[in-house]
């Protein structure tokens, strides 16, 4: 079935109307290009798309003209409008574009092609995109779904056309999975000799394997109370790779169970008024980019840091919650088997972990946006499964949450969305700085999606049944200058929430490490650790521990801490620092960056013995018995009074920051986002530039000496009693389930 392309539903729901007259293109032109700064430039995007259309071909000089300029960021505004203006002199040169502009222009191009009706000289470029994949990929593919929906013969033979050239796995996977994409016979039978050809590459068969499950099933698949009927072409295939076992056999059987759904037309459209709901009231919440399991065994790997510890605690703390929640589903990445384990047992209260199936290896949330296709597909069936669902909880500006939005209007899913302003704080700060400019912002926007992310950030803002903000300082004032929000306007669907964590494991760690006899999980945390510090110099035993704990990511600022704490020797004999975070097994690119950068001035293979302790990634119960016996030290291994340092260059909030706070251990912190909301400046942490290496190591400096303080338990307690009051899961879950409550379909008694 070729499903409602993502986007049309979201942008459905924003008002033309609202906007006002549209001024010439020209005139609209100088706005952006006079605007005082790059995020008030980019929001002015929308009115020269808006201008353009109304313009109509007559605009489209103005526009290319705009193209060939040096200001980076009105030129991709630019191209993004040639798409509204219409007419076959906009549609040539944006192919144009597409074939041999610079990368930002390309996929500006790919992406406004998307308005324009088909080309046929878009098609060879466009499939050629696809096949090379990435985020211009995602984008060729999404316009070439547009255009199969009315011209699916013409889409296919350019799909046909560029498999027989490509020859790489990846490539014919993504072309393949955009076939799949089209409507009609042609389509089906190709994707059916597809998926049985034992000379295929295993990511190609997979993909024509999902895309056979996720079309219109004939009547021949359904169950039905009637005579059975002979199976179907497409339930043949997927029968036959299904009894040939293995992975693709596991992806086959959750295409059958997907053939096997109600026809479209039983499902809830987003305009029907919402039943009365039956069961029990239940919430979802997703994060693609982690392995997000009930133990947190994978706490610091890859993408999943604390958004995982989050979801984890707060899910569970839901359960309780008033308010009440009877069930709560996690959505986060997966395998094929995963994802069908999963759906078992369903229908009963609790919290279930749920597997979006994604083919290959797991790939950080900026290079994941070709996912799109496979992330609607998952979504859809887990929420399907799931019967009814009271509120979605989204987070972050990411794939899954761009997907997950429109699925949500699919199926009559209220959306909860955790605003934060990510890239256009990013954007404002480099801007002020200097260090994005529009002369050098395409350069920026071809690896970081700016002006893209930014328009989806708006269209969750708007779309979202509620918003839910981080604490802040100047929130108002804040979200009016970064998002364009009044947040005392709409009071209505606007609440600030903190986040918490959970006081109950922090009290059972820091019990622990004052105990002859720990309970078993936490003696063995601190066996470990104590075999870690085993390994140093017996000079540095008697030293604290500077400890920070967050995945191996260029913005952690891991490797700037190692720098730092490294280039200044009283710093380096002044304590030990302890890593806790990435695969050092198997590390993703980021973490080889990170882990090459550390090299380069502690290598790694001697690190111990320079007193640098790098773990990898642990548990989170195993690193929260690990903070409290950084402050409490460990006898003939490590002396007390530690400190924990965040050398994140952005944080939103900081959830390992208020972990290591409720064990009484002093902080470094950025001086901007959440922590300057909690953190009490040179009482119970420092506050600091997390950019600057010299700050950072003045800062590291000035929390060992709050630790030293004969006022430090005095400041530590203030910092538990702190979190306690302020920061606990239950208080949180408890203002999110009455948000939850408040936009679920009305309500009987369950």
Not at 139 to 148: D, F, H, I, N
Not at 153 to 171: F, I, K, M, N, Q
Request: with cysteine; aromatic share 2%; net charge negative.
């Amino acid at each position: 079935m070729v499903e409602q392309t993502a986007g049309c539903l979201v942008a459905a729901r924003e008002s033309a109307g609202d906007a006002p007259h549209p001024v010439p293109v020209r005139e609209a032109l100088a706005a952006v290009r006079d605007a005082p700064t790059l995020l008030e430039a980019l929001r002015l995007g929308p009115d020269l798309e808006r201008s353009a259309a109304a313009e109509g071909p007559d605009g489209a000089d103005v526009l290319l003209e705009a193209t060939r300029g040096t200001d980076a960021l009105t030129a991709s505004l630019a191209v993004r409008a040639l798409g509204r203006v219409g007419g076959p002199a906009s549609a040539d040169a944006l192919v144009d574009l597409l074939s041999t502009g610079p990368d930002h222009l390309r996929d500006a191009a790919a992406e406004a092609l998307r308005g324009v009706t088909l080309t046929e000289r878009a098609l060879a470029p466009l499939a050629e995109a696809v096949a090379e994949g990435g985020f211009r990929g995602m984008l060729a593919q999404w316009t070439l779904e547009v255009w199969g929906a009315t011209e699916p013969d013409a889409v296919g033979r350019a799909l046909e056309a560029a498999l027989a050239r490509c020859s790489t796995p990846a490539g014919r996977a993504a072309l393949v999975e955009t076939w799949g994409l089209l409507h009609g016979e042609a389509a089906e039978e190709a994707l059916c000799r597809l998926a049985l050809d034992d000379t295929e590459p295993h990511a190609s068969r997979a993909a024509a394997t999902a895309a056979l499950g996720d079309r219109e099933p004939d009547a021949a698949d359904r169950p039905a109370a009637t005579a059975p009927r002979a199976p179907s072409a497409r339930h043949d295939a997927l029968a036959q790779v299904a009894d040939d076992g293995g992975p693709l056999g596991s992806v086959a059987a959750l295409a059958l169970s997907d053939l096997a759904r109600p026809p479209a037309a039983a499902e809830s459209p987003a305009s029907a008024t919402p039943a009365a709901p039956a069961g029990p009231f239940t919430v979802a919440q997703l994060f693609l980019h982690a392995d997000v399991d009930g133990d947190l065994s994978r706490a610091g790997q890859g993408d999943t840091g604390g958004i995982a510890t989050l979801l984890v605690q707060l899910g569970d703390a839901l359960l309780q919650a008033n308010p009440g929640i009877s069930r709560v589903l996690t959505v986060s990445r997966g395998r094929p088997d995963d994802a069908a384990l999963g759906l078992v047992h369903l229908d009963r209260r609790g919290h279930h972990y749920l597997s979006v199936p994604l083919w290959g290896p797991p790939v950080p949330a900026g290079r994941a946006w070709p996912l799109r296709v496979a992330v609607r597909r998952g979504l859809r069936r887990i929420l399907r499964a799931a019967g009814r669902v009271d509120a979605l909880h989204l987070r972050m500006g990411d794939v899954a949450t761009m997907v997950a939005a429109d699925v949500a209007d699919e199926l009559g899913i209220p959306v909860v969305f955790t605003l934060a302003p990510d890239p256009n704080a990013l954007v404002a700060s480099r801007d002020a700085a200097g260090t994005l400019t529009r002369e050098g912002f395409g350069e920026a926007d071809a690896v970081e999606h700016l002006v893209f992310r930014e328009r989806l950030l708006g269209r969750l803002q708007r779309r979202a049944d509620h918003l839910v903000l981080f604490p802040r300082p100047q929130l108002a004032d804040d979200m009016a200058r970064l998002m364009g929000l009044d947040v005392r306007a709409e009071a209505d669907r606007v609440t600030p929430v903190a986040e918490g964590i959970s006081l109950e494991a922090v009290d059972r760690a820091a019990a622990a490490v004052t105990t002859a006899t720990p309970p078993a999980r936490e003696r063995q945390a601190l066996d470990e650790l104590d075999r870690l510090l085993d390994t140093l110099p017996a000079h540095r035993r008697r030293l604290p521990l500077a400890v920070s704990v967050g995945r191996l990511n260029r913005v952690k600022g891991t490797a700037t801490l190692v720098q730092a704490w490294a280039a200044d020797r009283r710093l380096h004999e002044r304590c030990t620092l302890l890593v806790v975070g990435g695969d050092l097994a198997d590390p993703s690119d980021d973490e080889r960056e990170q882990l090459d950068a550390i090299d380069a001035v502690v290598p790694l293979d001697d690190a111990a013995s320079r007193g640098l302790l790098l773990p990898g990634h642990r548990p989170n119960a195993t690193v929260t018995t690990w903070l409290a016996a950084v402050r409490a030290g460990r006898p003939g291994r490590a002396a007390a009074h530690g400190v924990y340092v965040s050398s994140s260059l952005k944080e939103e909030f900081g959830i390992a920051i208020l972990e290591a706070m409720a064990t009484g251990l002093p902080v470094v912190a950025p001086a901007t986002g959440g922590p300057a909301t909690y953190v009490d400046d040179g009482v119970t942490g420092i506050l600091v530039d997390t950019a600057s290496a010299s700050a950072l190591t003045e800062a590291v400096h000035a929390a060992l000496d709050l630790a030293a303080t004969p006022d430090a338990e005095e400041h530590a307690e203030q910092a538990r009693r702190m979190v306690r009051e302020r920061f606990g899961i239950a208080g949180m879950a408890d203002a999110l389930s009455t948000i939850y409550h408040a936009v679920a379909p009305t309500e009987v008694a369950r």
